[in-house]
Nanobody, 120 residues
Framework: QVQLVESGGGVVQAGGSLRLSCAAS????????MGWFRQAPGKERVIVAS????????VYADSVKDRFSISRDNAKNTVSLQMNSLKPEDTAVYYC?????????????WGQGTQVTVSS
């Protein structure tokens, strides 16, 4: 497992942007597929974006496609989520998570979460 710490949440008006960052500790980070999840009040936690261990492949939920961008820097053990054109429905606690980048593995490393609030 890796230890993960998110930062960058806050309050922003609709249409604005935020950048979330996740710092990882541990030598296995570069073997991990990383994802950003979010959980809105009263709703289940869902994945919004993920990136392969080498950064070559990204996947986005339909709800954020063309607005959010996930990236990573394996030299700095960081993964980021650039969020543009934010909407009130993007309001949630955002979590950074990781898993070994092999089929069938589940996310087993989680950050503490960071609150994102988008006002209308």
């Amino acid at each position: 497992q890796v230890q993960l710490v998110e930062s960058g949440g806050g309050v922003v008006q609709a249409g604005g942007s935020l950048r979330l960052s996740c710092a990882a500790s541990g030598r296995t980070f570069r073997r991990y597929r990383m994802g950003w999840f979010r959980q809105a009040p009263g709703k289940e936690r869902v994945i919004v974006a993920s990136i392969s261990a080498n950064g070559g492949r990204t996947v986005y939920a339909d709800s954020v496609k063309d607005r959010f961008s996930i990236s990573r820097d394996n030299a700095k053990n960081t993964v980021s989520l650039q969020m543009n054109s934010l909407k009130p429905e993007d309001t949630a606690v955002y979590y950074c998570a990781g898993r070994y980048d092999l089929p069938g593995n589940e996310y087993d490393s989680w950050g503490q979460g960071t609150q994102v609030t988008v006002s209308s």
